[in-house]
């Protein structure tokens, strides 16, 4: 079965560092998404991502953050100056359509960050 | 915003019994999913259940959009149930899938 892969696993780094979090979605959908989950709290949407381009973002999506699709297979989530509260795990998701009735999101397995 | 709600919020099983979790969303919410959040973190698609009943296994789920609420069930459980049971519904204007807080399932040997 097709599955939504990322890298790192886990990454420690030095708070004020940047980090970039990779994703290779599933090769036909076109939907791309990244989602956090702090430690022992809910999944929060942070950005989604169509045709090259961000099609929604939530609150938490400011400057620090920003995607990129370098490639036709690579979706990236950077983290510029990281802090303390950027420790979580960060899921890459996709989809093969947006909001239209019969889409599933399917996950990859998360990178877990940790901000020191 | 959309909102969903899961109840309850922890539950304790003994391995073979069974159980029913809840998940209640509001208006403009669509493409109903369940996933399994496993001791390891990875978020696993149970059920696609935008409307009426589908099972797998010893899982089963419902939903009646028209009341807003999905029931996931799960019989005879096992070890491996263990974990975190979230639902999430997509905004109908939009591509955002939004999570309920969870039901964190441990299941007792």
């Known amino acids: 079965e097709p599955e939504v892969t990322q890298t790192p696993s886990h990454q420690v780094t030095q708070m004020g560092q940047e980090v970039i979090l990779r994703c290779v979605p599933i090769?036909?959908?076109?939907?791309f998404y990244w989602y956090r989950q702090i430690l022992g709290q809910k999944v929060e949407f942070l950005v989604s991502f169509y045709n090259n381009e961000i099609s929604e973002k939530s609150e938490i999506f400011d400057d620090q953050f920003s995607v990129e699709r370098p490639d036709g297979s690579n979706f990236t989530l950077k983290i510029r100056s990281t802090k303390l509260e950027d420790s979580a795990m960060y899921f890459c998701?996709?989809?093969?359509?947006?909001?239209?009735?019969?889409?599933?999101?399917?996950f990859g397995e998360g990178s877990w960050l940790t901000v020191v | 915003g959309i909102q969903v709600e899961q109840s309850p919020p922890d539950l304790i099983l003994q391995e073979g019994a069974n159980s029913t979790l809840r998940c209640n969303f509001s208006?403009?919410?669509?493409?109903l999913q369940w996933f399994h959040q496993n001791p390891w973190g990875q978020l696993i698609n149970l059920f696609y259940i935008p409307s009426g009943t589908k099972q797998n296994g010893r899982l089963s789920a419902t939903t009646v959009a028209t009341e807003r609420y999905s029931l996931l069930y799960i019989s005879s459980s096992q070890t491996t149930d263990s974990g975190v049971y979230f639902c999430a519904g997509q905004d109908n204007y939009g591509q955002n899938f939004v999570f309920g807080p969870g039901t964190r399932l441990s299941v007792l040997p």
């Open positions: 208006d403009s919410v669509n493409n």
């Open positions: 998701a996709s989809s093969v359509t947006g909001g239209s009735s019969g889409n599933t999101i399917y």
């Open positions: 090769s036909n959908h076109l939907y």
